[in-house]
Each structure stands twice: as C-alpha cells, then as structure tokens.
C-alpha cells in the first residue's frame, strides 16, 4: 500500500504563487510516474502536471492551460513531488490531489488539498 501527504494549499491572491508537496510513503522510483490532478467544483478532475521517476529528471508533462506558470519536480531522497505554481488565476481554484502509478502498488490518491485563488 501506498500513502500520499499533501500540503501546502492555502488561498492566495491572483498572480500570487503556492507550492504543494505530495510526500510517498514508498521509494519513488517504485512508481513509473506522479503527478498532480485538480478539481474545481461542478467540473471533472483533470491532469495539471505529471512526472515520471526514471533517470535523475523524469519526464514531465503539463496541461496546456498552465505551462509556463507551474513546475513540477521531485526530490528522490525525500521521496517527495512539488508542484510549484505561479501566476495563479483564479480559474485555478480546485482541490489539488497527489497521483502515484505503480506496477506493484497501482495507482493511489492522497486526500486532497484546497488551492483558492482571489481575484
């Protein structure tokens, strides 16, 4: 079984910037990939930006709507994933959620943290 621990939501103005950290109770490199979905209210949860664990990179990928305004990234010592966002808007407001997909463990979800953003 796999655990994921959010954090680092909050409310923050528009243009402001927040980073979230998703932390994996399992090594990172037993996932073939993490990454970060949103769900704003009413609305599907969608891909925000996802990272694979091979190599001392990964390969990312990022919804159009936010490329150049946030980073995704890892840190394989602390088994932990960043999304850093910035340039927020308020379209961004969402319940941000931490995805693992492994071949041993499946996939798993951490529980969610709230992203508002003001206008």
């Known amino acids: 079984q796999v655990q994921l621990v959010e954090s680092g939501g909050g409310l923050v103005q528009a243009g402001g910037s927040l980073r979230l950290s998703c932390a994996a109770s399992?090594?990172?490199?037993?996932?073939?990939?993490m990454g970060w979905y949103r769900q704003a209210p009413g609305k599907q949860r969608e891909l925000v930006a996802r990272?694979?664990?091979?190599?001392?990179?990964?390969?990312?990928n990022y919804a159009e709507s936010v490329k150049g305004r946030f980073t995704i990234s890892r840190d394989n010592v602390k088994n932990t994933v960043y999304l850093q966002m910035n340039s927020l808007k308020p379209e961004d407001t969402a319940v941000y959620y931490c995805?693992?997909?492994?071949?041993?463990?499946?996939?798993?979800w951490g529980q969610g943290t709230q992203v508002t953003v003001s206008s």
């Open positions: 399992r090594s990172i490199f037993t996932f073939n990939a």
């Open positions: 995805n693992a997909d492994s071949a041993i463990w499946g996939e798993s």
């Open positions: 990272i694979t664990t091979s190599g001392t990179g990964g390969i990312t």
